[in-house]
């Protein structure tokens, strides 16, 4: 039995995973089981039947028929003691585990423990080391660039500055690609250190060259400067920081200091939303029928990863080793166009 859960924020694409794996695994004869919500399916043994009829039309739905959530069993358990109830009751093997990095490094400390994981990196954040890219990333990217260029003819008709909050809690790669998509006039990211006076002289001299509008896209994980006092961070029922509204901050300042007319659109969930892009469901595909061979397999420990254009199996602890941030070759192109 090849147990499937989906766990952390949820991304458009883990439906054609939970697909691939259910078809592939159906192809060698092994059976499936759906772990609901996370890890907290596994610790609380609330699963669901998986077969081919079951996942037959789910490629293009956005979000996870399994559910999702941020239950932990290291953090709200005892580790694989947790959940091993679960495991023996339902006679699981091997479980794949499509989660973000948090999900992935209890995936590992659970491997580590004795069970069975092969891991799919899900995020559209696109921070995961090892891979190239994360399923969720190319929608997400999308998704952000349409509300840019909506953003930017109401911006150049009332001669306004807008900031366009995207998500990216550790790393700028939304904010980078969908700034680079719609043209953006700056982008701000966790991992660039960034001067508001210099920001607001680089607006300034765009509206002298008769320009009366600018987009900048800010990043939710990006720094405030020191002189401005950041959000009080609320906590989701996990103990999760809830990042988001950092541009409400930055805003008044830079409207202050320019005399611009500053207004902010934080895109928020919407982000993650509905349905995957062709390349995420291809992605998705891929990496989910690649889990499933793992999994055929018995070959355990182990991530599935682009690298180039082969699906490629990686140690979790690779993939754990660090977050990867946003290429800096890539800033400098994004950077080409500001201002
Ligand atoms: O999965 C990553 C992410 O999209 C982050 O960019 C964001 O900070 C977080 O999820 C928000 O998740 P939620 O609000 O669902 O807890």
Known sequence: MIGILTAGGDCPGLNAVIRGVVYRAHQAGRPCIGIRDGWKGLMENITVALDRDSVDDIMGLGGTILGTSRKDPYVHGDGIASIMPTIEDHGIEQVVVIGGEGTLASALKLFDEGLPVIGVPKTIDNDIAATDVTFGFHTAVQIATDAIDRLTTTAESHNRVILVE?????????????????????????????????????????????????????????????DLDGPTLQRDAYGFERLGGISNILAPAIEARSGFETRVTVLGHVQRGGTPTAYDRILATRFGVAAADLAITNQTGLMVALRGDSIVPVSLEEACSRVRQLDPDIYRVVETFFG
């Open 166 to 226: 995207v998500m990216g809690r550790h790393a700028g790669w939304i904010a980078a690609y969908a700034g680079m998509a719609s043209g953006a006039d700056a982008v701000l990211v966790p991992e660039v250190p960034y001067d508001l006076d210099e920001l607001v002289d680089l607006l300034a001299r765009r509206h002298e060259r008769g320009k009366n509008y600018s987009i900048v896209v800010v990043a939710e994980g990006a720094a405030l400067p020191s």
